[in-house]
């Protein structure tokens, strides 16, 4: 599968709780980038990261969401203490150029804070 | 505030038939609009983009149509068949002069009926 994988596909945690998603992206791709989406809303960006490097957090909450792409492995991200309001479908997406020309986004994990 | 607005939120088209969705941006910065489809439980797919110096592009049965001074694109599907019943969102960005992050409209879910 050549695609951007995400893992898990279905998360449940409890209130307090956290939450690790993971992305791995295309083969040759460099560049990363995850998004929230709402029930019946579009997709929010959060942060675009290149390897080892933080590129672009202008939509990631400032407290407890985080996010890393490191040097070897999958991009992460990391919610500390979730709430009910972090429920949602995170999706990361992939580059081969830098920024967002032709994204390809991964099946998405979906997030449920019980 | 919402910076790219998508209409209709729901649309039902007969099979055969021409589905149109809109979308308007307020950014003149904006300078690549993709349209991407997204089934249930699947993550987004790039379906066709276009670029504003062009004011229409067709990739088979989907074209966009784009009309600069009005700052308004279209999605154009001839000939609906059921299985492009799906929700779609179009989405813009600064990336050829800025690359800033994708923004997304709110989507469109369109139902193809035999």
């Known amino acids: 599968n050549a695609g951007v994988m995400q893992n898990p596909r279905h998360l449940v945690r409890r209130r307090g709780q956290e939450a690790r998603l993971r992305c791995s992206p295309m083969k040759g791709h460099s560049h990363v980038y995850w998004y929230r989406q709402l029930p019946e809303e579009g997709l929010k960006f959060m942060v675009y990261?290149?390897?080892?490097?933080?590129?672009?957090e202008s939509g990631m909450p400032k407290e407890r969401f985080s996010a890393e792409f490191p040097k070897e492995g999958p991009s992460i991200l990391r919610i500390q203490q979730v709430v009910r309001g972090d429920s949602a479908a995170y999706f990361c997406?992939?580059?081969?150029?830098?920024?967002?020309?032709?994204?390809?986004f991964g099946p998405g994990t979906r997030l449920t804070v019980t | 505030q919402q910076q790219v607005k998508q209409s209709p939120q729901s649309l039902i088209v007969q099979k055969g038939g021409i589905s149109i969705i809109n979308c308007a941006y307020e950014n003149t910065a904006f300078d690549y609009f993709p349209w991407y489809q997204q089934f249930p439980g699947k993550g987004p797919a790039l379906l066709i983009a276009?670029?504003?110096?062009?004011s229409e592009k067709k990739e088979g049965r989907f074209t966009i149509s784009f009309n600069k001074s009005a700052k308004q694109f279209s999605l154009h599907i001839m000939d609906s068949q059921p299985g492009d019943s799906a929700t779609y969102f179009c989405a813009a960005t600064s990336f050829f002069s800025g690359n800033t992050p994708l923004v997304f409209g709110k989507g469109t879910r369109l139902s193809v009926i035999a």
């Open positions: 997406a992939s580059s081969l150029r830098q920024g967002s020309y032709e994204q390809y």
């Open positions: 990261l290149q390897k080892e490097n933080i590129i672009d």
């Open positions: 276009i670029r504003p110096d062009v």
